[in-house]
């Protein structure tokens, strides 16, 4: 009885790690493990692995992720992976910091990487950290809302109040006034990435206020904001992926931040190669890792999106620097 | 004075949106504790409601259609849990628990096989109407960001939601069928001398629990917004069951505990947008805290029914 039991469970680990495990061939091997939203989150999870899907692509690639159910389920998995023998292990999401250090600790020959976190100093060497300058692309879509506002005041709506949304609400309100020094900046915290009865209800007090368009960088709260513009036929901007297909005639345009660009660039430059462990490599829109969402045109006139491009032309070549915090926005403001 | 009255429209109307998907619930909480069944899998079962109102929604068109499949979803659990429970005669906390996981696990599988991997529907063509709408708007009878318009431009089911109070509270104190519910959860044992079928009174209460629950959670997925995704439902089925035991398990009871929560957090969006100098965490308390401190300092003590979570088995007191 014992002998089958250990007969099966073998089996079983042979078919998982199978399952999991690269095939042997040219090109990198690069495998991921998704946080608790899966890989068909439609959001990040599953821009990483576009990204990936990608590099099978163009690079030759061999890709595989592991999905998390549940937050305890990083470390066991970025574990199966690494015994799987990728060449390259993400970690997707900053939830993610923990589990993927430990791991690499234990694992000092395998390389790991890291969405959206990073240990500063004490990054290991086997790990590189990828982290957006979100600032960038909402300053961008602050400049178009600064320019299409007609009654001169637009909102922000934010999740939690982490430094990582303080950079779309800096980038953004320095972006409006950018545009528009007059326009004022209505903002709220909803303190939840989940409550979105509270995202609407913010909102719709927000164009209650006479605001005709929000922007907001708050999950699942985002879609009670969208969902009030869309009611009162005002505009919405979308965060982290192009949103307007939730509401095609009011999401005006979104601030994206290409996860799936960081993957593979990054795949791209193993396969030479070259890995930047031990550090943060910043993905900005000089390397195309953020950016407005590509249906922009649908309701933003040319000459608006020609001024956009011309902001982005003198960001890349650093004659604007976005601010990311309070304290950034203050002397921008002062200039 | 006028932007006085335009903020508590505000706040009125706010308290209207949160309070309605909640005040279902609670109603399947007091029918089904009511009839001596503990139900503590109403999240989940307004997780699968969510889910099946956004997605039958989007496939037909029609949000009736919708609100109508999710209640009957939500009725799926409910015998789940009745036969795990009633018949079997299982921990019904346990049971609940149980099927928190299986309401919510089974919608996002159903999900990711019918929307192409995703945990989330799209977005609804069809929502479910406004009534009112027609009385609201540029060149009507009032305009839409006034009082009237913020207080009573409301989606049909925040009205369907008052019906079903005004019902539930007729069925359970003004009908034989009620009187036999609440005489089945105070003492099964006498009510089953009496000829009343225990079992059957309870299966159908819990049904029914899961019935409002469904629709409960399609009253957020396919009214407050437009689709379900997996962070819609996140706690609504517990504050519900808060609710329905601070109501003192009376459908009223529980509709006056629905519509102060969400008032508090009406409240709490009106001070965060006035820019108050609290800190927006302490201030994202507020709902909590004060729905507690009002139900404990003029509520009083509540008493449940006095056979509830007991297991009922049928000749035990022969």
């Not at chain 1, 073998?10 to 790690?17: I, R, S, Y």
């Not at chain 1, 031990?278 to 309701?299: C, D, F, M, R």
């Amino acid at each position: 009885m014992r002998k089958t039991i250990a007969l099966c469970a073998a089996g079983l680990l042979t078919v998982m790690v199978g399952f999991a495990g690269p095939a042997v061939g040219e090109g990198v091997s690069v495998g991921m493990v998704t946080d608790v939203g899966g890989v068909n989150d439609q959001s990040f999870n599953q821009s990483a692995w576009e990204g990936l899907q990608r590099a099978e692509k163009e690079l030759g690639a061999k890709i595989g992720y592991k999905e998390s159910k549940q937050d305890a389920d990083y470390a066991p998995n970025l574990e199966t992976l690494t015994d799987a023998g990728y060449d390259l292990i993400w970690g997707i999401g900053f939830l993610m910091g923990d589990a993927v250090k430990s791991t690499a600790q234990v694992n000092p020959d395998q390389k790991y990487a890291i969405v959206d976190f990073c240990y500063g100093e004490e990054t290991l060497p086997n790990i590189a950290c990828a982290v957006f300058q979100e600032e960038q692309p909402s300053f961008l879509v602050g400049y178009i809302a600064g320019k299409m506002t007609k009654s001169n005041k637009v909102g922000f709506v934010g999740g939690i109040k982490f430094p990582v949304i303080e950079k779309f609400e800096y980038g953004y309100m320095a972006g409006v006034k950018m545009a528009n020094p007059d326009v004022e900046v209505l903002r709220q915290y909803a303190e939840s990435f989940t409550d979105a009865a509270k995202g609407k209800a913010i909102t719709t007090n927000m164009l209650q206020q006479g605001a005709d368009i929000v922007f907001h960088a708050a999950g699942g709260v985002g879609d009670g904001v969208i969902e009030a513009a869309k009611e009162r036929k005002q505009w919405a901007i979308g965060v982290d992926k192009d949103q307007n297909y939730l509401a095609p005639d009011n999401v005006l345009t979104s601030a994206m931040k290409r996860v799936d660009n960081a993957l593979f660039s990054m795949a791209a430059d193993l396969q030479e190669g070259k890995f930047e462990g031990g550090k943060a490599v910043v993905y900005n829109l000089s390397n195309e890792g953020v950016g407005i969402a590509p249906t922009t045109g649908k309701h933003v006139p040319p000459e608006i999106l020609a001024e956009v491009d011309s902001l982005i032309a003198k960001i890349k070549a650093g004659e604007i620097v976005v601010p990311a915090t309070e304290a950034d926005y203050n002397s921008f403001m002062k200039k | 004075m006028e932007l006085i009255i335009q903020d508590i429209g505000f706040i009125i109307g706010t308290t209207l949106m949160y309070a309605t998907p909640l005040i279902f619930t609670a109603l399947g909480g007091v029918i089904t504790e009511r009839s001596g069944v503990v139900n503590i899998g109403l999240e989940g079962m307004m997780f699968f409601g969510a889910f099946v109102g956004a997605a039958v929604a989007y496939f037909s068109g029609s949000p009736w259609l919708g609100l109508l499949c999710a209640a009957f979803g939500g009725t799926f659990w409910g015998l789940i849990h009745a036969i795990a429970c009633v018949s079997f005669r299982a921990e019904q906390i346990v049971s609940g628990i149980a099927i928190n996981f299986l309401g919510a696990g089974s919608a996002l599988f159903i999900s990711r096989l019918v929307f192409d991997g995703a945990t989330q529907t799209l977005t609804v063509v069809n929502k479910i109407p406004q009534p009112l709408a027609f009385l609201f708007g540029e060149g009507k009878m009032f305009s839409s960001s006034g009082f009237m318009g913020l207080v009573f431009n409301q989606f049909a089911t925040v009205y369907l939601a008052f019906f079903m109070v005004a019902l539930v509270w007729f069925v359970l104190y003004k009908t034989r069928l009620g009187m036999r519910v609440r005489a089945v959860g105070e003492n099964p044992e006498a009510a089953n001398t009496l000829g009343i079928d225990v079992i059957k009174i309870r299966y159908g209460a819990v049904m029914m629990s899961g019935f409002f629950a469904g629709m409960g959670g399609a009253a957020m997925s396919i009214a407050v917004v437009s689709r379900f995704s997996n962070t819609l439902i996140s706690g609504h089925g517990f504050i519900a069951l808060a609710a329905m035991i601070f109501g003192k398990w009376k459908p009223q009871g529980a509709l006056l505990a629905c519509l102060l929560f969400g008032a508090a957090k009406g409240f709490e969006i009106y001070l965060g947008a006035k820019g108050v100098p609290v800190a927006g965490d302490v201030l994202a308390m507020l709902p909590y805290v004060l729905t507690l401190v009002i139900l404990v300092s003029f509520v009083g003590k509540t008493t449940a029914p006095a056979a509830i979570g007991k297991i009922y088995e049928k000749g035990d007191h022969i």
